[in-house]
């Protein structure tokens, strides 16, 4: 069974603190990819990364870091000194084998307050 | 480039009516995706068209709903008769052929079946 866990449901910051989003995710399949979006209160769903299971990299973009563990089954979100722009609905997503279709979490809400 | 579109972006209908959803992906998309968010639940895959043909609909719930995607341009999602777990936000994403996993997402539709 494919599976994406968000444990996190809600989260509360206070602008500038680090925060971290947790994602496990489950699949017997070798070949597949992670991602994360991000939801703003517009709605819309916004693309964040691709990970693919064969480049354990970390990988940073400003402000943005991802840490994919395949000993854990992780991957994990961090955003550094949060910004209240930053509050959102973030989902982590995982492909699997030859299939397309995105398996989703439930999502973390992050409040990032001034 | 303009982004993936959805229409309309809200939608209240009684029970037994019929809603028709329209997705218009970036152009030059062949992957075109439906999903579905309902409250309180993780998104789930609906289907899955590769210009105008459906390559996974594994994800629809019944037959009262039916996916098109003539001319393998937009697409349309239709509830005939719309029932009241029905209600829910409707997400449309396209990706490119040769990038299928990256997928980018519309603003959603959201579905009030009262």
């Known amino acids: 069974a494919q599976k994406v866990t968000q444990a996190q449901t809600e989260i509360s910051v206070v602008e500038k603190e680090d925060v971290t989003l947790d994602c496990v995710y489950e699949t017997r399949d070798t070949t597949y990819y992670l991602f994360w979006y991000k939801q703003p209160p517009s709605g819309e769903l916004v693309f964040l990364i691709r990970r693919n299971s064969f480049d354990e990299q970390n990988e940073i973009s400003g402000r943005y870091s991802w840490n994919f563990q395949k000993s854990t089954s992780s991957f994990n979100f961090t955003i550094t000194a949060s910004q209240v722009v930053d509050s959102a609905v973030y989902f982590c997503a995982l492909a699997a084998g030859n299939n397309r279709k995105l398996i989703w979490g439930l999502g973390t809400s992050l409040a990032v307050n001034p | 480039e303009a982004g993936v579109t959805q229409f309309p972006s809200h939608s209240v209908i009684e029970k037994g009516q019929t809603v028709t959803l329209r997705c218009d992906p970036i152009?030059?998309?062949?992957?075109l995706y439906w999903y579905r968010r309902v409250m309180g639940k993780e998104i789930k895959f609906l289907l899955h068209?590769?210009?105008?043909?459906?390559?996974?609909e594994s994800g629809m719930p019944n037959n009262r709903f039916l996916a098109e995607r003539t001319g393998g341009t937009y697409s349309t999602l239709k509830v005939q008769p719309a029932e009241l777990e029905d209600s829910g936000v409707y997400f449309c994403?396209?990706?490119?052929?040769?990038?299928?996993?990256?997928?980018?997402f519309g603003p959603g539709t959201r579905l009030t079946v009262l």
């Open positions: 994403a396209s990706s490119r052929r040769d990038r299928g996993n990256e997928q980018f």
């Open positions: 068209f590769v210009k105008e043909s459906k390559q996974d």
């Open positions: 152009s030059g998309h062949d992957n």
